[in-house]
């Protein structure tokens, strides 16, 4: 027994090791980049994010040489600077196991070197971290209070998705893990980092208020015939204060998306390719829950080659099945005082969605049972360019349940034109005498 826990010290202190800041790595013989200034700009959510004290030691992880998992001396790192310190993650480290990070309070990471997840799916089926909401998975969970994470414009996280989606053509009902979750976090930002081939969504903020994230860089592409699938950008479900800005997203899900119960949001600066837009939704997905979605603000946005720029879904009165994991209708809620300003649209399908029968394609039934969710409050205000040849002449489409769901739509300054010249959109069961620019044609 004494051996053994002699041993496990010994390990402990090989595996990270504790130094006073700034400091050079002992295994990397790196210094660790610095935390940038952390400044939602243009537009903040209504405040900016607490001051985060500076950190005054450094715990620096030694990567094993073998690549199997560096998971347990991270944990240790996190455990050592907690309060206080930074987490130098400066060479290449491999996640392979499930690592629960939601104790964290006053700690910075210091990410310029590579996170990469590896692991059998096997073990993920059995170990990732499971949420009720859309039967999410997760690799790995960050929460508590005041956490910066930056990457200096060089940090990569890895989802590692090929293998996932290669699993997931086999079997579609495969559940695939989100490749960051921030779970539970009060204060804090993540910044300058690269992500590539998330198995799913990229992001999930969750329980959350007070965060920033800015000049990230998103990537998701499969090297074989085998698709990526909802590689979503961000997601924000249960959270308050969140800023999202100046970063590039190539994925083929939504953009960004806010799910039930975002609050006070800002969305700036991005430049997204391929994507599904900038959703609000899906919504009223679960029957026994309700939704708010509320004081949304997305400014200075370029969205190209996606199904939408600006889209808002929420699911009809009745339950249906979209995919073989995804089905829903029923929930009640609200989606208000939604604004998209200053929104560049390039080559995508609709420039505007939107709709409330999300998940149903019988268009009979949603007639039937209209959304419970209510749409109001919303404004579209200087949007221009394009859309694809994919609902030619139509450029946008605004279909609502009844006008008793969707009430105050405005807009202004709107110019998006089809490839045959035209700026047509089709509307339907909501007022429409205060959207300058847009060119209804009733459907009915
Ligand atoms: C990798 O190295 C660690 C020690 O550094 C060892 O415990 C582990 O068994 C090795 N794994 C493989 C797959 O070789
Ligand atoms: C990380 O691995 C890549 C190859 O996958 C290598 O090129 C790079 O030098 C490694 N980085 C570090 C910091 O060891
Ligand atoms: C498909 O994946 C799920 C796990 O997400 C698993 O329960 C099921 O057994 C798999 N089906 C097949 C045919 O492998
Ligand atoms: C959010 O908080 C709720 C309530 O504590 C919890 O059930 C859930 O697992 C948390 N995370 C997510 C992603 O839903
Ligand atoms: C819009 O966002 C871009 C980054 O995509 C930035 O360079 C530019 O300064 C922003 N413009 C305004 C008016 O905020
Ligand atoms: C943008 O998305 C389109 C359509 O998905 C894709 O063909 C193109 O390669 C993407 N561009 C970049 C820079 O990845
Ligand atoms: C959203 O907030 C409302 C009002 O506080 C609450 O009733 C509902 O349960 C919340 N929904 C979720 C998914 O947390
Ligand atoms: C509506 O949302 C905007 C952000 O887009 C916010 O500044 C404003 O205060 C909100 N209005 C109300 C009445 O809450
Ligand atoms: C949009 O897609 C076209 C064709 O695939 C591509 O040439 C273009 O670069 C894409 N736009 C962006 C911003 O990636
Ligand atoms: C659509 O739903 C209606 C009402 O339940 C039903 O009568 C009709 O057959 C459905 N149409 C299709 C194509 O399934
Ligand atoms: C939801 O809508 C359906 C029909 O559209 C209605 O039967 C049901 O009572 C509504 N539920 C709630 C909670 O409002
Ligand atoms: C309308 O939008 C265009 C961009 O398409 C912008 O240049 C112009 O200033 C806007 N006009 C007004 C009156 O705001």
Request: hydrophobic letters at 35%.
């Amino acid at each position: 027994m004494l051996f053994q826990s002699t041993h496990s010290v010994a390990i402990a202190f090989l595996a990270t090791t504790v130094a006073s800041f700034p400091a050079v790595n002992w295994y990397t013989g790196r210094t660790s980049i610095a935390r940038p200034e952390l400044l939602a700009y243009p537009h903040n959510s209504g405040r900016q994010i607490p001051l985060s004290p500076a950190r005054t030691t450094e715990c620096f992880v030694k990567p094993q040489r073998n690549s199997s998992d560096d998971a347990p001396a991270i944990l240790q790192a996190f455990k050592d600077c907690n309060g206080g310190g930074t987490v130098v993650l400066d060479a290449n480290y491999t996640i392979a196991t499930a690592l629960d990070l939601t104790f964290l309070d006053s700690v910075d990471v210091a990410l310029s070197g590579t996170i990469k997840f590896g692991g059998t799916i096997d073990y993920w089926i059995a170990n990732a971290f499971q949420y009720d909401f859309q039967d999410s998975r997760a690799y790995w969970k960050i929460g508590g209070k005041d956490v910066n994470i930056f990457g200096g414009g060089v940090g990569l996280i890895d989802g590692n998705g090929q293998p996932w989606w290669d699993a997931f053509a086999k079997n579609d009902s495969l559940l695939r893990p989100i490749a960051v979750v921030i779970d539970g976090l009060e204060g804090g930002s993540m910044t300058g980092i690269r992500m590539i081939d998330p198995p799913n969504w990229f992001n999930l903020i969750a329980n959350s208020s007070d965060i920033l994230v800015s000049d990230m860089v998103l990537s998701a592409k499969s090297s074989n015939e085998n698709e990526i699938h909802n590689t979503d950008g961000w997601d924000t479900y249960r959270s308050d204060h969140v800023v999202i800005q100046n970063s590039v997203i190539d994925n083929n899900d939504d953009c960004v998306s806010f799910k039930p119960n975002s609050t006070n949001m800002v969305v700036q600066g991005l430049a997204c390719n391929g994507s599904h837009g900038i959703s609000v939704g899906s919504l009223g997905q679960y029957i026994d829950q309700y939704d708010i979605v509320e004081n949304i603000y997305v400014y200075n946005n370029t969205m190209s080659n996606a199904s939408d720029a600006a889209r808002i879904k929420v699911w009809p009165g009745i339950n249906s099945v979209l995919q073989p994991t995804l089905s829903g209708g029923g929930g009640s809620g609200y989606v208000k005082n939604i604004t998209y300003e200053k929104y560049e649209s390039i080559n995508n399908d609709w420039a505007i969605e939107v709709n409330q029968c999300y998940g149903q394609s019988n268009t009979t039934l949603c007639e039937l049972y209209p959304s419970n969710m209510t749409i109001s409050d919303i404004y579209f205000i200087d949007m221009w360019g394009t859309t694809s040849d994919a609902h030619d002449p139509d450029v946008g489409t605004l279909v609502c349940s009844s006008p008793e769901q969707c009430y105050n739509f405005h807009a202004r300054n709107i110019s998006i034109t089809s490839p045959s010249g035209s700026s047509q959109f089709i509307c339907a069961n909501f007022d429409t005498s205060d959207l300058e620019g847009v060119d209804c044609l009733s459907d009915d």
